[in-house]
């Protein structure tokens, strides 16, 4: 099994910055791509950002500029440093890992993390 927990969601000011954090643990034989997604009230959730094992990124357009995802394969865990918060960035926000076995890729979601963007 595969659990995936965030931290690091919370209350800031619009403008501000947080950094949420996602470990994979438990039986892992090699993580792939790992996301971010979020999910405001009343909208679908949507992809925020990628990363590849190799390091290569990609971005919603409305975070651009502001959200960088990182990585430590070593741990097994992904990163979300938003900046210049908005509040419309409010949602849940989890993450999300691929794990190969073997030619199986299966996808694991956290429990997700509140972060919550005030005017």
């Known amino acids: 099994q595969v659990q995936l927990v965030e931290s690091g969601g919370g209350l800031v000011q619009a403008g501000g910055s947080l950094r949420l954090s996602c470990a994979a643990s438990?039986?892992?034989?090699?993580?792939?791509?790992m996301d971010w997604y979020r999910q405001a009230p009343g909208k679908q959730r949507e992809l925020v950002a990628t990363?590849?094992?190799?390091?290569?990124?990609n971005y919603a357009n409305s975070v651009k500029g502001r959200f960088t995802i990182s990585r430590d394969n070593a741990k097994n865990t992904v990163y979300l440093q938003m900046n210049s918060l908005k509040p419309e960035d409010t949602a849940v926000y989890y993450c999300?890992?691929?794990?190969?076995?073997?030619?199986?890729?299966?996808?694991?979601w956290g429990q997700g993390t509140q972060v919550t963007v005030s005017s």
């Open positions: 990363i590849t094992s190799g390091g290569n990124t």
């Open positions: 999300a890992a691929d794990i190969a076995y073997g030619t199986t890729f299966l996808r694991y």
């Open positions: 438990g039986n892992i034989f090699k993580t792939n791509t």
